[in-house]
């Protein structure tokens, strides 16, 4: 477990649910992935994303799907790729990673709590 954090640190991490519109294989990635462009809505608009989710995912399956993802850490550069926001998964037995996002259908932007 890592280490305890107060409520407050917890508010400074701005997790949304953001709408996949663009997927395209990564193959420059040193490790295999697939670079994702997320709809989050008005507010926020679409960013960007590089994902080591080819395990279950591939791109075409990915349009449409709603996933969660951390909006507000700097972007960061993946080789030639800006990722600009860290989408969330967690890893199966096999450690390939699977997707967060809401089990029904919900406003696109909206903030975790």
Known sequence: MADEIGFDDFLKVDIRVGRVVRAEPYPEARKPAIKLWIDFGPEIGEKRSSAQIT???????????????????????????????????????????????????????????
């Open 55 to 113: 395990a279950h995912y591939t791109p075409d399956g990915l349009i449409g799907k709603q996933v969660m993802a951390v909006v507000n850490f700097p972007p960061r550069q993946i080789g030639k790729f800006m990722s600009e926001v860290l989408v969330l998964g967690l890893p199966d037995p096999d450690g390939g990673v699977v997707l967060i996002g809401p089990d029904l259908e919900v406003p696109t932007g909206g903030r975790m709590h």
